[in-house]
């Protein structure tokens, strides 16, 4: 499975951004989606994460409200839109997929740099 991320970039703060994330190869290995991020001195930690059968989604609490995850089955692309940003979302944002045999997140695209200005 490849994933490769795109649309991070430079927002003012009360801004929006939308990252993308298209899938390919092994896609049906694939059985939930999410996206992570690791901010300057922070440990990495889940934003969201989208279920690939039935669509169920997780938020992190300091998102809820703010971000929303997506999907485009038809394209193999995963979408996060983000609105209100803060300073605090700055981060590296990954797209990961987890596999449905071990359970574990075991794909990751290279990142895409989201930097938010007060």
């Known amino acids: 499975v490849q994933l490769v991320e795109s649309g991070g970039g430079l927002v003012q703060a009360g801004g929006s951004l939308r990252l993308s994330c298209a899938a390919s190869g092994s896609i049906f290995r694939i059985d939930a989606m999410g996206w992570f991020r690791q901010g300057p001195g922070k440990e990495r930690e889940l934003v969201s994460r989208?279920?690939?059968?039935?669509?169920?989604?997780y938020y992190a609490e300091s998102v809820k409200g703010r971000f929303t995850i997506s999907r485009d089955a038809a394209k193999n692309t995963l979408y996060l839109e983000m609105n209100r940003l803060k300073p605090e979302d700055t981060a590296m944002y990954y797209c990961?997929?987890?596999?449905?045999?071990?359970?574990?997140?075991?794909?990751w695209g290279q990142g895409t740099q989201v930097t938010v200005t007060s």
């Open positions: 990961a997929a987890r596999d449905d045999y071990s359970g574990e997140y075991d794909y």
């Open positions: 989208i279920v690939s059968s039935g669509g169920s989604t």
